[in-house]
């Protein structure tokens, strides 16, 4: 420059802005020489100290203001402020963004005034959250309704800096009260291309989508969003195009390449919480809503093989599963059959050679967690239990054994399959199909001997819980008492087990699973199911005994809550102290009175049928009710080993439990005359 930024040169700004000898005109060739000046850094402090930055301040609100001062108080501005927190704050202070925005409405600015805006409030929130507070984003959704700016012409450059200006001012916290509530559909809409130019560019397509995604995650503008059919539809387009449209573009710029990648992620995301919202359903039921029918389509259609679509579907259509009648039309309607399709998904991701779509985590885990949706319905357990047990799901424990998420959800699964459904747990404890590939070391004898391995070695407490609560499934279903009237309902085939080889080979699992429930803390009501189910084991005369045996004698600390659950303390169970090694297991102790080890089976048996104990449904609630069915399950798994396997009961067990059962049969009378 010629001149220098200092107190000379704002007296000959201000002369000619006052009138005097140099016309208008002399002044915006100052200023324009000013704006090209300050692109230099070193000039920027100068430009405020000097008062020209103050000058520049004053002159643009002034109303009818020349055109071409316009244009070169906001290069002065733009130019003047990159970069500088200091000249941004006098601008902040001055309150003149407020007439930058209103400048808005004049057309011609358009590709000054947004590098201008950009300039200024790029990495500095006090100008990020005035310009939020006037009104930015309002601004410039009216001025993309109008339509004028399209992507695929002129308007690209300005496009991508409104991106640019959205991305920044959606993270202010007034901007969810303050946005126009058609805001996401106006940028998804501009996702969507126009037919004449077609798909925009991959930068403002992630640009677009960007925004409309970050301005859907607040809540307060999901309504408005939800409540219009063609908004969900610009959705899913758009995720589409995001999924399949710029697959194989020619010189991709690499970082828009990952940049998709997370908008792909990110719709994922946002379509699994939207679906979650309670109108979701209401709006767009499950067998009507083309767009409900659309989710339904990226499961079974191959147009739609993808892992982000297919993930999304099952996590949307999971949410719109959640009532029961919702779930069985899902399963039953032969049109749509959900349950086959996700089947074969789940082959297609297990197999080492089906290279259409790649197993994630995130799909496997969302697939597998939608099938439990569908399982909880007792209609649907038996068309599940049909293309899902045993090969499939036996499959899943076996590869997802690394992702200890996704083996939970396999888990949890067969687990719903299993509750008051005979005919898997049939399926489940059939002998291992010869074909049937694995990579246990021991012999594994059936698809239930490799749950209870495999879930009882994961790291995951909640696969154990799992496994455990699975198991008692099918233990409920080999002691199943049939109703009055009724059949009983076998579930080993004799071809494969006697019911006396079933328990022989799988019986040290099923204790050791069921030891681990007895003896957990965190869930009382599964405390009280296994109590329940260990009093329908010990009066079998099949087997079934000897688990509960297995129990009783391989630790100390289910023994300890039995003695709770029957007599409301530990006390009774202390001579046991100190018996337990590092393996949990009790080393066996020499009773001193040996000779009194057969116990007294015929007093045991008087007790019973005074008492007239039996087995008692626990209750999953906390009560007086539930604690007395607790105490009287306890009671009769007690009274029935010390009446036929006493024994074979370790160390001074026998007279600890003679001790439980005295105390226990005072308690439970007690308990019912209080009733």
Known sequence: MAFTLDKNLLSQLEAAWNGGD??????????????????????????????????????????????????????????????????????????????????????????????????????????????????????????????????????????????????????????????????????????????????????????????????????????????????????????????????????????????????CTTFVTLLADLSAHPSFSELYPLTTSPVSKKFLLWLSSDKFANQHLRTAACLCLGNLSRSDEASTALVADSTIHVHTHLASLLAQALDPDEKSVPATPQLLHALLSFAKNLAIPQANKSQLGQVFLPDLLAGAWIKTSV??????????????????????????????????????????????????????????????????????????????????????????????????????????????????????????????????????????????????????????EAVKKLAVAVTGSEEVAAGLEGESGDSGRIEEVQDEKEEEKGGKPAEVTSIMEGLNLNPQQADTKPSAAATAKDRENGLVLVAEILRAHSSELKGPRVGLFEEILKKGTELLQNDRKGN
């Open 403 to 556: 992702q200890p998420q996704v083996q939970f959800a396999a888990v949890s699964l067969a687990r719903l399959l299993l509750v008051n459904s005979a005919g898997n747990v049939a399926r489940l404890c059939k002998p291992l199909a010869v074909e049937f590939k694995h990579t246990e070391k021991e012999e594994v004898k059936s698809y239930f001997h490799l749950l209870m391995t495999l879930g009882g070695r994961s790291d995951l407490e909640p696969t154990k819980i799992e496994t455990a609560r699975g198991v008692m499934s099918v233990v409920r279903a080999l002691q199943a008492v049939p109703q009055e009237g009724g059949d009983k309902v076998e579930v080993l085939d004799e071809k494969d087990w006697t019911r006396e080889a079933f328990y022989e080979v799988h019986g040290p699992l099923i204790a050791k699973h069921l030891t681990h429930l007895l003896a957990q803390g965190k869930y009382p009501a599964l405390r009280s199911e296994v109590l329940f189910v260990l009093a329908l084991l010990a009066r079998s005369t099949d087997g079934g005994a000897s688990v509960v045996l297995r129990v009783l004698n391989e630790g100390t």
């Open 22 to 263: 140099q016309p208008l005109d002399a002044l915006a060739n100052l200023l324009e020489r000013i704006g090209d000046g300050v692109r230099d850094p070193s000039l920027r402090d100068p430009l405020r100290e000097s008062g020209i930055l103050d000058f520049v301040l004053k002159v643009l609100p002034t109303e009818e203001l020349d055109l071409s001062l316009k244009r070169q108080c906001l290069r002065v501005l733009g130019n003047g402020c990159a970069d500088c927190d200091e000249n941004r704050a006098k601008l902040v202070e001055s309150g003149a963004l407020r007439t930058v925005i209103r400048f808005l409405n004049d057309r011609s600015l358009l590709p000054l005034l947004l590098p201008v805006l950009y300039n200024v409030i790029v990495d500095y929130e006090p100008a990020q959250l005035q310009v939020c507070e006037a009104g930015l984003s309002k601004a410039l959704v009216a001025l993309l309704q109008e339509g004028s700016l399209l992507p695929g012409g002129d308007y690209d450059q300005v496009l991508n800096l409104i991106n640019n200006i959205f991305e920044l001012l959606v993270s202010q916290k007034p901007e969810p009260q303050l946005a126009d509530p058609s805001t996401p559909a106006v940028f998804l809409s501009l996702a969507g291309g126009s037919t004449t130019d077609g798909l925009p560019t991959l930068e403002l397509f992630n640009g677009f989508c960007t925004v409309a995604l970050a301005y859907l995650t607040y809540e307060s503008l999901q309504p408005a969003f939800l409540s219009s059919a063609p908004n969900i539809q610009h959705l899913q387009q758009a995720f589409y195009n995001a999924c399949f449209s710029y697959e194989n573009l020619p010189d991709a710029d690499l970082d828009d390449l990952d940049q998709l990648k997370t908008v």
